[in-house]
């Protein structure tokens, strides 16, 4: 490992900027480099991404389709959360 390889712990504060296109080029390349060489960094970017992909469509869904009991599993997973 060099001295500019990134570690598990700054690939998660740089995910979301990452996910967004906003990383510079040395810094982008670097996430990919540590994304080829750590399966659980990868693995919880494709987990990271599996939530967006399933909120943005739960957020596009009329929410009277929604299943009742899935709906009340959010509401409640969510009720105390700040």
């Not at 080029?25 to 970017?45: K, M, Q, S, V, W």
């Not at 599996?50 to 409640?76: H, M, N, S, V, Y």
Request: glycine letters at 4%; proline letters at 2%.
């Amino acid at each position: 490992m060099t001295d500019d390889a990134m570690d598990c712990h700054e690939l998660v504060e740089l995910v979301t900027a990452y996910l967004d296109g906003a990383l510079d080029l040395d810094t982008r390349a670097r996430f990919d480099a540590h994304l080829l060489d750590c399966d659980g960094c990868e693995n919880y970017l494709q987990q990271l991404r599996g939530t967006i992909d399933t909120l943005d469509t739960l957020g596009k869904a009329d929410p009277e389709t929604l299943d009742p009991a899935f709906r009340d599993k959010l509401l409640a997973a969510f009720r105390d959360w700040r």
